[in-house]
C-alpha cells in the first residue's frame, strides 16, 4: 500500500535569511556547506553569486554590488561559508550592528509648507535698511506666503496668520500692519484651478464631438 507524502509547508521550514532571492536560492547555499573541496565550493559560490545577480538586476546599478552579492550568500548561509571570496567575509556582529543615526532635518517643520526659499527671502529682507523698501518687500514676500499657504492646503487663510508667521520668521525683524491688503484668497485659488491640467475636459469634448457625428449617405 502506497503511503502519500504529506506536503511540506513554508511555515514548517528554517526562515528565510534573505526572503527576496527565495528558498530554491537559499538550499543552494546551505548545500555549499557539504561540498568538502574548497576549489570546487568556491566555485559554486561563485556560480550560485551570478544568478543572485540575474534575479536581482537592479544591484548592478550599484558601484559595489558584487561585494553586497557576496555579503549576501554569507548572510544566507548564517556565515558559515569558508571560500576564497574576492572579498572579506562579513561577520554576525556585523550583521547585528545597527547603522549609525543619520540625525533629523534641522528645517523649521512648523513652517515647511512656505518651503526654503521663502525663508532665504525672509533673511535678505531683514538685512534692507531702507525702511519703506524693506516694508515693499514684506508685502511681497507675504504675498508669496499666502499663495504657499493655499497651495498646501486650498481652503482660505486669514491675512493676520500670514503676518504672524512672517514676524515669526524673521524674528520679529519684518512686521505688517494688520490693514494691510493681500491678494484675496479667492483670486489666488482661481489662478491655481485655471492653471489645472485640461486633458479630461478635452478627451470628454473630443468624445462627444465624435458620438454626434452625423451619418454618411449609406445610413451607416
Known amino acids: ?13 528554517d526562515k528565510l535569511k534573505i526572503s527576496e532571492y527565495g528558498r530554491n536560492l537559499q538550499l543552494m547555499a546551505e548545500h555549499l556547506l557539504e561540498i568538502e573541496d574548497r576549489t570546487k565550493r ?45 572579498y572579506p567575509a562579513p561577520t554576525p556582529e556585523e550583521g547585528r550592528n ?8 534641522k528645517n523649521d517643520i512648523r513652517h515647511g509648507h512656505y518651503g526654503k526659499i521663502i525663508k532665504e527671502m525672509i533673511d535678505e529682507a531683514v538685512n534692507i535698511e ?11 514676500i507675504a504675498n508669496q506666503m499666502k499663495r504657499d499657504f493655499l ?7 486669514n491675512n493676520q496668520v500670514i503676518f504672524d508667521d512672517l514676524k ?11 490693514d494691510t491688503m493681500l491678494t484675496p484668497s479667492n483670486e489666488i485659488l482661481g489662478k491655481m484651478m485655471a492653471t489645472q491640467p485640461t486633458n479630461n475636459i478635452n478627451r ?4 462627444k464631438k465624435k458620438t454626434n457625428r452625423p451619418k454618411d449617405n449609406m445610413g451607416f
Open 1 to 13: 500500500m502506497e503511503t502519500t507524502q504529506k506536503p511540506e509547508y513554508n511555515t514548517q521550514r
Open 42 to 86: 568556491t566555485e559554486a559560490a561563485t556560480m550560485i553569486v551570478s544568478v543572485m545577480a540575474q534575479m536581482n538586476p537592479q544591484v548592478r546599478e550599484s558601484n559595489d554590488y558584487l561585494h553586497k552579492l557576496w555579503d549576501h550568500i554569507h548572510i544566507i548561509s548564517g556565515y558559515r561559508l569558508d571560500v576564497d571570496g574576492p
Open 98 to 105: 545597527k547603522p549609525e543615526h543619520i540625525g533629523y532635518q
Open 130 to 140: 531702507d525702511e519703506e523698501k524693506r516694508q515693499a518687500v514684506a508685502k511681497a
Open 151 to 157: 497651495g498646501w492646503n486650498r481652503d482660505t487663510v
Open 168 to 178: 515669526e520668521m524673521s524674528d520679529g525683524k519684518l512686521s505688517l500692519p494688520e
Open 204 to 207: 470628454k469634448k473630443k468624445k
